[in-house]
C-alpha cells in the first residue's frame, strides 16, 4: 500500500484554518482567496475520507479536536506523540 504526504499548501491551509477558526481569516493570512483555501481543505478532507472541519455561520470548528495529528501541532518539537515515541530522547554526547 502507498502512502503519500498531502500537498504542502493543504496543510498549512488547515494549520492557519484550525488555529483561526476562519477559512476566510486563513485565507487572508496566507494571501490566496477564500475558495481556494476551502479547495485546499477539500483535497485535504477527500484524502482522509471524513470531514476536519464542522462548519458554522462565519465560524469552523475542528471535527476532531483530540485527533493525534491535531495534538501534535499544539507546540514546537513534540513530534514524538504522534508516533507514540518516547518523550525523552537520548542526545550524542557532543551535542548539548
Known amino acids: ?4 504526504l498531502p500537498p504542502l499548501g493543504a496543510i498549512r491551509v488547515f494549520e492557519a484554518a484550525a488555529r483561526l477558526g476562519s477559512f476566510t481569516k486563513a485565507a487572508e493570512e496566507l494571501g490566496m482567496t477564500q475558495s481556494a483555501a476551502s479547495y485546499q481543505i477539500k ?15 462565519r465560524q ?3 471535527a476532531r479536536p ?15 506523540r504522534m508516533h507514540g515515541l518516547p518523550r525523552r530522547v537520548e542526545r550524542p554526547a557532543c551535542c548539548p
Open 1 to 4: 500500500m502507498s502512502w503519500e
Open 43 to 57: 483535497v485535504l478532507e477527500e484524502r482522509a475520507g471524513t470531514p476536519l472541519f464542522i462548519r458554522k455561520t
Open 60 to 62: 469552523i470548528a475542528l
Open 66 to 80: 483530540d485527533s493525534s495529528w491535531h495534538r501534535t501541532q499544539q507546540g514546537p518539537s513534540r513530534p514524538w
